[in-house]
C-alpha cells in the first residue's frame, strides 16, 4: 500500500508597498553551503517612507546564482539598488557638498513573514515585511503612497484589544500564513467595525482571506 504524500500549498501572501526611498542598507554577504562551497548573496534592508512619521523597514536577500545555476534577477536588481537608487540618505549627504538629488520613488512587492529566534535562553519574534520585487517609479506611474497587505490566512484565537485594562473595541487575531514549506504565526490587529464578526462568527481552524494596511508610525516627542 502506497502512502499518500502530503504536500504543503501555499497560500496569497501579498504586500505592495509605494513611497520614498529613505534608507538603503545593502551589502555583499557571501556564505558557505552544506557542500563547503561558497555562495555569494546579498542581502539587507530598505526603509520606505508611506506618510508623515511611517517608514517601513523591507527585508532583501538574494543568492547570485538560483539552484538550477542560472542568474538570478533579483541579485542583480538588488545590487542595482545598492550602486544606482538614490535615497533620502544620499540626497542629505550629497547636499553637505553643495550637490542636489532627488530621492527616488519605489513599489515593492513582497509578502508578510514572521523571524523567530532563541538569543541567550530568550525567544524572540518579529513581524516584518520580506521584499521580492523593487521598482522605481517612472514618470507617469502612479505614486500615490500606501502600504497594504492581502493574504490567506488560519485562525488560531482572537481576543479583544485591550489598553489600560479596558476593552478598546478592536480585536487580536493570532494566524498562520501557509508558505511552500512552513506555517508563519502572524498576529493581526481587527478595527471595529470588523471586531464583532471575527470576536463571535470564527472558530478555530477557520480560513479566510483577508486584506488591510501596514501600520508602522513612529513619533518623538
Known amino acids: 500500500m502506497t502512502e499518500a504524500k502530503k504536500v ?18 545593502l551589502d ?5 553551503n552544506d557542500k563547503g562551497e561558497t555562495v555569494e548573496r546579498i542581502r539587507g534592508s530598505i526603509s520606505v517612507r508611506t506618510g508623515e512619521n511611517e517608514v517601513h523597514k523591507i527585508n532583501l536577500k538574494a543568492n547570485r546564482f538560483t539552484k538550477a545555476g542560472g542568474e538570478n534577477k533579483n541579485y542583480k536588481g538588488y545590487v542595482t539598488i545598492k550602486d544606482q537608487f538614490i535615497s533620502v540618505a544620499d540626497v542629505a549627504e550629497a547636499a553637505k557638498n553643495g550637490d542636489e538629488l532627488k530621492a527616488d520613488e519605489v513599489r515593492v512587492d513582497g509578502k ?5 529566534y532563541w538569543q541567550n535562553d530568550q525567544f524572540f519574534q518579529y513581524q516584518q515585511i520580506e521584499g521580492k520585487f523593487v521598482n522605481r517609479l517612472k514618470e507617469g506611474e502612479d505614486g500615490t503612497p500606501v502600504a497594504n497587505f492581502e493574504t490567506d490566512i488560519f485562525i488560531d ?3 479583544p484589544e485591550m489598553k489600560d485594562d479596558s476593552e478598546t473595541g478592536r480585536a ?5 500564513i501557509p508558505t511552500f514549506n512552513a506555517i508563519v504565526p502572524y498576529k493581526f490587529s481587527v478595527i471595529e467595525e470588523g471586531s464583532d464578526f471575527f470576536m463571535n462568527e470564527l472558530q478555530r481552524g477557520q480560513t479566510l482571506k483577508v486584506y488591510g494596511n501596514i501600520l508602522n508610525v513612529k513619533k518623538e516627542h
Open 8 to 25: 504543503l500549498k501555499e497560500g496569497t501572501n501579498k504586500v505592495t508597498v509605494v513611497g520614498t526611498l529613505v534608507e538603503k542598507n
Open 28 to 32: 555583499f554577504s557571501p556564505f558557505t
Open 112 to 116: 508578510l513573514f514572521t523571524n523567530e
Open 157 to 159: 484565537k482572537v481576543k
Open 172 to 176: 487580536i487575531v493570532s494566524a498562520w
